[in-house]
Structures are given as C-alpha cells and as structure tokens.
C-alpha cells in the first residue's frame, strides 16, 4: 500500500478492538520485519532500506493489529522522505490525527508509566520532520505547500493542547515559510523590467505581440496517481490564465481533484470520518470575505484549498456563489454540475463529517 490521500489514513488512525488499539504488536512477523528493515537505516546497509515492503508492512499493522507509536515512526519516515509534498503533508496529518485518536493509549509507551517516554518521542518524529522538509520544492506546487501549512497548524495546535514539545515544529513552520512558492512574475520585478520593456517595444515595433505563454507537458501515467493529479492542475490553471472564466478550467481542476476517489472515506460513531477538515480560521475568513463582496484573489484561494481537500463540499458552494458574483454565471453552473456528480456518485458522502464533527 502507498499512502497518496487523507482517504488512506482513515483506516491508520481508525479504533481497533480492544479498547480502541488492538494488541502489542511484539509477537509479529510484519512487526519484527519492519523493526529489522528500518535498522539499516544510516548504517552500510541503508541502500538496502525496502521503503516500500516498510510502508506497507507499518500500514497494515496500524490498521489492521495495533496502534503501536515505534511503527507509527517508522510509517511516517517513509512518507517524509523524499521531497514529496503531498506524502509530507500526509504525514502530518497521520501525527496530528494519532494524537487526538490514540497518542496516549498506544504500545509500547500506554498511559501513565509512558507519560515520560512519549514527549521524547515526539520530539524525535519533529525532529526528523524538519531535517527531512529540506528536500521540500513547492515550485508550481502551491496546493501542495498549503496543505502542508494547513496539516502543520493542526499538529502545532495538537502539540501544545497536550504539551508537547513544539520547537521542531516551530522550525519546520519557518522552513515552509521560506519554501512558499513564488508567483510567477512579482510587482518589483516588473518594475525592474520596465524601461528595459519599453526600449524593447521601441526596437521592436509597438504592434509585435509578446510571447505566448507556454503550455504545461501533458503526461498521464497508468498508476501515477500524484503526478496525473498535479499535470491536470496546472493544465487547469493554465487554461485559466489564458481563457479566464473558461468553464472547462473548472471541471478539468474538479476531475484532477476528485478522479481517483472511488468510494467513502472510512467512518464511524454516525458518519465521523478520520479526515481532517479545512482550518477553521480560514474558512471563516473565506466567508467573511464573501460577505463583503468577494474578489478574483479570494476565488483563487478558495480554489487552491479545494485542491487540497476534495471532501470540503462547501468550498463548492463558495466558489460557484463568488463565479456568479464576479460576473461568471457558466463558471458557477460548471462548479455545481461537477459537484452533484461527484456526491451522486458516492451516495452517502453528504452524511458523512470531518473528525471534528464538522460537515
């Protein structure tokens, strides 16, 4: 199993009979395999780490036997490395999730006698974290890095409700500040251009028309679930750019988003999923907003955050209600179509809630 959606989570940090974490996992194979795997780590075996066979033995392990928090080290170290932002944004959200789910009941380090030792372990999967955000490019990624900023917030406010130690945290937070991606032409920029600009036209002829921009390489693979997904984004943007209030902008980011989902997201206690919801400051900034009127840098941001969080459905809402406002009624109309098929094709998906109980 490779962990590329929140939906791949929900089984991880699901509850397991008995109470709620299953067994002690040290009578296990998979167990004792993965301990072993990941012990050549940094030794002169580690070019023989099978990531794959670690990930996929921690993945079961956590949902299908026990909540154990070694394993749940081991399964996060595979999603972290690598320079993928999704993935590491997914491994955020497994932390964060563990703590609220099972932290403190969890093999080998269970209630009081733990209290002590798991801080410190803490510690050590931040830690590691920021040392493995390095390789971190969010180049013509920004639905990437924002969801790593939004999974970060969830863990950092996690942390501190159980006092857990926050500076890796602290650090990793500034490291993806700095990583935020650029956009493509900035305002000093463009001024540092300009009287180069105008001698160019002046060379030129006034009546040459600039370059067009270039077309982003369409390459679909069989099984490249992350790269499809990110290909059909940023032909979506591209076409958004070039045709704005294009209706076809909007199913074609909908398909990127909601194409390879192709069944409910794992539940419990009346419909409460293990998916994290969108923060709840932005969402209310995004309302706020929207009561105020509403602009073209408001819809584009709401757009980036449904990017990342296909089960936010009133996202939906908000971006068709702004279209119409902003004068692009076949925009809104797109967006709702997209949005009735895709809850008409997994019947049930609007009982369902976020952990947080939110809808």
Request: aromatic share 6%.
């Amino acid at each position: 199993m490779r962990i590329t959606s929140e939906a791949h989570l929900a089984p991880l940090l699901a509850p397991l009979e008995p109470d709620g974490v299953g067994r002690p996992l040290d009578d296990s194979g998979d167990y004792a395999w993965l301990d072993e795997e990941m012990m050549k780590i940094g030794s002169l075996q580690h070019g023989e780490v099978d990531w794959e066979g670690a990930e996929a033995r921690a993945a079961r392990l956590l949902g299908q036997a026990g909540k154990d928090l070694k394993v749940l080290g081991h399964l996060l170290h595979c999603l972290q490395r690598g320079g993928d932002g999704v993935r590491f944004a997914l491994s955020l959200h497994l932390l964060a999730g563990s703590l609220e789910q099972w932290w403190d009941r969890a093999y080998p380090f269970q209630g009081p006698k733990g209290a002590r030792l798991r801080p410190r372990l803490f510690r050590q999967f931040t830690q590691r974290a920021a040392a493995l955000a390095e390789p971190l490019d969010f180049s013509n990624a920004e639905d990437e890095h924002q969801a790593c900023q939004a999974a970060l917030d969830a863990l950092l406010a996690g942390a501190r409700d159980r006092q857990l130690p926050d500076d890796a945290l602290v650090e990793l937070r500034r490291q993806l500040q700095q990583a935020r991606p650029r956009q493509a032409s900035s305002a000093p920029a463009a001024t540092r251009r300009g009287a180069a600009g105008e001698a160019l036209v002046t060379t030129r002829g006034r009546d040459e028309a600039p370059p067009a921009a270039k077309m982003p390489e369409m390459r679909l693979e069989a099984g490249n679930e992350r790269g499809n997904r990110q290909a059909l984004l940023k032909m979506a943007d591209f076409l958004d750019e070039q045709s704005p209030g294009e209706a076809l902008c909007y199913r074609l980011r909908r398909h990127a988003i909601w194409g390879a989902i192709q069944a409910l997201p794992a539940s419990r206690d009346g419909g409460r999923t293990e998916l994290a919801p969108v923060a709840a400051d932005r969402v209310a900034d995004y309302r706020d907003a929207l009561a105020r009127g509403g602009d073209a840098e408001l819809w584009r941001r709401i757009e980036n955050s449904l990017a990342v969080s296909p089960y936010w459905l009133e996202g939906h809402r908000l971006s068709a209600t702004l279209a119409e406002r902003l004068g692009h009624p076949r925009c809104a109309e797109a967006i709702r179509d997209e949005a009735a098929r895709f809850v008409a094709r997994l019947p049930g998906l609007e009982a369902l809630s976020f952990n947080d109980g939110s809808p």
